[in-house]
């Protein structure tokens, strides 16, 4: 299957920071990514859906000022979370949608491996 | 509020038997349902998905079964192997509302 990478795997930072989160499409031209969260114990939530070349779009409860989300070029969106704090620590996860693929957009939909923040 | 709920956080199972991985939701109106593989520092993965205009889809080892009127689905694996051994996410609609995922760990 197709191949999106996240770059750092973890990040530790102090409350105030802000943190850049990176997520790729290796192999494919993504013109829509999407960024979930997941808090322990809990499941993977949808965050954002981030479309090359236009704003993204925010799911209910998710402060769009706080998570920027830029997806500026075909294989590369990055999520900046600003001025983090404690409750922002947990585990931030990419996916990418591969325009070439077969079948329903969640089934060509690839996941990178993953963020885990933690913040001090 | 929980509106795919997977009750199981593991399971534990012997190489060779069937693995169950069972999933509920709570909304009548999901049309749509995909199960994920996740292995350790890795993405999900994408494993077999079900329309509810069916009760049954198959492919391979790993089978799906949806309930419409229990509003449950579950995920059969047989032979269960060791390499089946990660954790497993249901979901539901194209939106991907996902469950909170059980792991399973396959023995020899």
């Known amino acids: 299957g197709a191949v999106v990478s996240q770059h750092p795997s973890w990040v530790i930072c102090k409350s105030g920071t802000s943190v850049k989160i990176e997520c790729r499409s290796l192999?494919?031209?993504?013109?829509?990514m999407f960024w979930y969260r997941q808090f322990p114990k809990q499941s993977l939530m949808l965050m954002a859906t981030?479309?090359?070349?236009?704003?993204?779009?925010?799911e209910q409860g998710v402060e769009k000022d706080k998570f920027l989300i830029n997806h500026a070029s075909l294989t590369l969106s990055t999520l900046t979370v600003t001025s983090a704090h404690p409750e922002d620590s947990s585990f931030y996860i990419c996916?990418?949608?591969?325009?070439?693929?077969?079948?329903?957009?969640?089934?060509?939909?690839?996941f990178g491996p993953g963020t885990r923040l933690l913040v001090l | 509020d929980q509106q795919v709920k997977q009750n199981s956080p593991s399971l534990s199972v012997q190489e060779g038997r069937i693995s169950i991985l069972n999933c509920d939701y709570t909304?009548?109106?999901?049309?749509?349902f995909l199960w994920y593989k996740k292995y350790p520092a890795e993405g999900p993965t994408f494993l077999i998905s079900?329309?509810?205009?069916?009760d049954k889809n198959e492919d391979g080892r790993f089978t799906v079964f949806l309930n419409k009127s229990a509003k449950h689905l579950s995920l059969h694996i047989v032979p269960s192997q060791p390499g089946d051994s990660a954790v497993y996410f249901c979901?539901?609609?194209?939106?991907?509302?996902f469950g909170t995922g059980t792991r399973l760990q396959v023995f020899p």
């Open positions: 996916s990418a949608r591969d325009p070439r693929g077969v079948g329903s957009s969640a089934e060509t939909q690839y």
């Open positions: 192999d494919f031209q993504a013109t829509t």
């Open positions: 981030s479309n090359e070349g236009s704003k993204a779009t925010y």
């Open positions: 909304n009548s109106m999901f049309d749509y």
């Open positions: 079900i329309s509810s205009i069916k």
């Open positions: 979901a539901a609609t194209d939106k991907l509302i």
